[in-house]
């Protein structure tokens, strides 16, 4: 864990006076004995980035940490320094005790108050750097290997997600992918045909996957590799989402969606994609015109880690049937089965027409 070294020096002046018959010329002797005491002195993320205020933390283990200020748990939440600088450390086994109905653990920020598409300018950035995905999995399901690291969530009706944000990198490859989602607000009242859409930002997209269980595709020659950093700007704004995504040695890359009005309000608009991965599913729904209009919604940021321990036969997109050692964080630790990521920055803007939303740690997503 990251700890700060603070050395206080006292010293002590012994004084030993000696009275010697016939040797007037003698002088008093100095013993100085310098003793340091060293304290160890957590670095909280609260340090890191200050603007945990406007979030509460949900830990791998399904938990609510709430206001992450002064906090830390060494299984889940905590900092590190890298040599260059201090990080957060967000870690989420493949399996455990999860928050809500998910399949998949969490350590995750979610901001506290709402805010809506159509009226907001609001805006989350984040520079972040994924330090691990999980070590098994099924390579035909599209969520294995990945973690989410930035996310928009609905707080109302289906509380669907218009935004996540994902890294993967398969077994082997030196670089993995970074990819968007967004995931339709179903019209009707079956919201199991609600389904995503993904968009690739550096290698591939969702939709690329293994011919079988532990055979990979190419590598992606444009990914980004554990380790290295990168950083994501998401802006929404008079009901249109901006997204702005920057690396290094890395081509700039922008995206625009509108939330407020959809694409997809008619079978015929079902993308490719979206024919291929989920309509043999029975995920075939359409989107309402409105999308997200009159919705509550609100940013999440962390490692929420999209490999579990479910079989593919009950969904081949988002079950891995990854090692979960029966539940055992520290033995799924041990042998990388988890999701790892480091923060170093991050900054929230809210729009005054947020307002509170303090019942989001419902949400199933």
Not at 215 to 244: C, H, Q, R, W
Not at 302 to 320: D, F, I
């Amino acid at each position: 864990m990251n700890k700060k070294i603070i050395t206080s020096v006292t010293t002590f002046l012994i004084l030993a006076s000696f009275s010697i018959l016939n040797s007037c010329g003698d002088s008093p002797k100095k013993n100085k004995e310098t003793k340091e005491v060293v304290v160890e002195e957590t670095v909280y993320a609260s340090d890191v980035i200050p603007f945990f205020n406007d979030w509460k933390l949900v830990l791998g283990d399904g938990s609510n940490a709430g206001i992450a200020n002064n906090f830390e748990n060494k299984d889940f939440f905590y900092t590190e320094n890298d040599g260059a600088g201090d990080w957060i450390v967000f870690k989420a086994p493949n399996a455990g005790s999860t928050h809500g109905t998910s399949n998949n653990t969490r350590t995750e920020l979610a901001q506290i108050k709402k805010w809506y598409p159509k009226t907001a300018n609001d805006k989350l950035t984040a520079t972040l750097k994924v330090m691990n995905v999980s070590a098994t999995g099924d390579a035909r399901v599209a969520a294995s290997y990945a973690v989410v690291v930035g996310q928009i969530h609905s707080a109302d009706a289906y509380e669907n997600e218009p935004l996540k944000i994902f890294y993967k990198k398969f077994p082997g490859h030196t670089k993995g992918s970074v990819f968007w989602h967004y995931e339709i607000n179903t019209a009707g009242d079956d919201n199991s045909k609600r389904w995503d859409y993904s968009t690739a930002v550096w290698g591939n997209d969702f939709s690329v996957v293994g011919s079988e269980e532990n055979t990979y595709p190419e590598e992606p020659k444009d990914g980004i590799a554990l380790g290295e950093e990168f950083s994501y700007e998401i802006e929404v704004k008079d009901g249109i989402m901006n997204l702005t995504f920057t690396s290094e040695g890395h081509d700039t890359k922008t995206f625009t969606k509108n939330l407020i009005e959809s694409e997809y309000t008619t079978t015929a608009a079902i993308p490719e994609q979206t024919q291929k991965l989920f309509v043999p599913i029975g995920q075939d729904g359409v989107e309402r015109k409105e999308a997200y209009t009159g919705e509550g919604c609100f940013f999440k940021l962390g490692a929420y880690n999209q490999t579990n321990g479910k079989s593919p036969e009950v969904n081949k997109n988002w079950c891995s049937g990854a090692e979960t050692h029966g539940g055992d964080i520290h033995k799924q630790y041990e042998d990388g089965n988890y999701a790892e990521v480091w923060f170093k920055k991050a900054s929230i803007v809210v729009s005054d027409a947020a307002v509170s939303n303090e019942g989001y740690f419902t949400k199933n997503d």
